[in-house]
Antibody
């Protein structure tokens, strides 16, 4: 059974960096079958896919166009986790953030989700 | 604003069939698999349909998906009270090089 445990601050000041971590159990961040995603949800923007990282002999990242200039998703193989960094945040980045696993190699969708972290951008 | 359009709401009485549409374009639904997610109040989304019409283990066969051209549909037959939730379609979009989510449809069981 795969479990994803999110951690990180719930309050970030405008112009600063939002940082969240997703610890994986029951699978490996280096899996050749999986991709590790970040998705957020807010009343104004709905569900919004932010990006993913995955390993296929080397590491790859895909990022949403809307945040491409501000986002970094990194794997941490030593701790079997992955992280999200979103720079220069504004109140528009206030949302519930989810990490999630996708069995990308099989095309079977995003099947496991973290518990969600509510991040508020405010001074 | 999403590139995928869903009706904001749908409803039915217990036992009825409800269908939710998802309208997209050639860069998303027209050329990629469609996934459907169910989100119960206060919980994370749950995978309901993958590869247009496949159900993960544990998803009742009351849920079915289909795709035609640049549109997709989710049908719920034998509607039950526990089906009250928000439903989202989500294909990959080749132009945006990422997943896109539909606007979401709230299903109410009357």
């Amino acid at each position: 059974q795969v479990q994803l445990q999110q951690s990180g601050p719930g309050l970030v000041k405008p112009s600063q960096t939002l940082s969240l971590t997703c610890a994986i159990s029951g699978d490996s961040v280096s899996s050749n079958r999986a991709a590790w995603n970040w998705i957020r949800q807010s009343p104004s923007r709905g569900l919004e896919w932010l990006g993913r990282t995955y390993y296929r002999s080397k590491w790859y990242n895909d990022y949403a166009v809307s945040v491409k200039s501000r986002i970094t998703i990194n794997p941490d193989t030593s701790k079997n986790q992955f992280s999200l960094q979103l720079n220069s945040v504004t109140p528009e980045d206030t949302a519930l953030y989810y990490c999630a696993r996708e069995l990308a190699a099989a095309g079977t969708g995003i099947d496991y989700w973290g518990q969600g972290t509510l991040v508020t951008v405010s001074s | 604003q999403s590139v995928l359009t869903q009706p904001p709401s749908a409803s039915g009485t217990p036992g009825q069939r409800v269908t939710i549409s998802c309208s997209g374009s050639s860069s998303n639904i027209g050329s990629n698999y469609v996934y459907w997610y169910q989100q119960l109040p206060g919980t994370a989304p749950k995978l309901l349909i993958y590869r247009n019409n496949q159900r993960p283990s544990g998803v009742p066969d009351r849920f079915s998906g289909s795709k035609s051209g640049t549109s997709a549909s989710l049908a719920i037959s034998g509607l039950r009270s526990e089906d009250e939730a928000d439903y989202y379609c989500a294909p990959w979009d080749d132009s945006l090089s990422g997943y896109v989510f539909g606007t979401g449809t709230k299903v109410t069981v009357l």
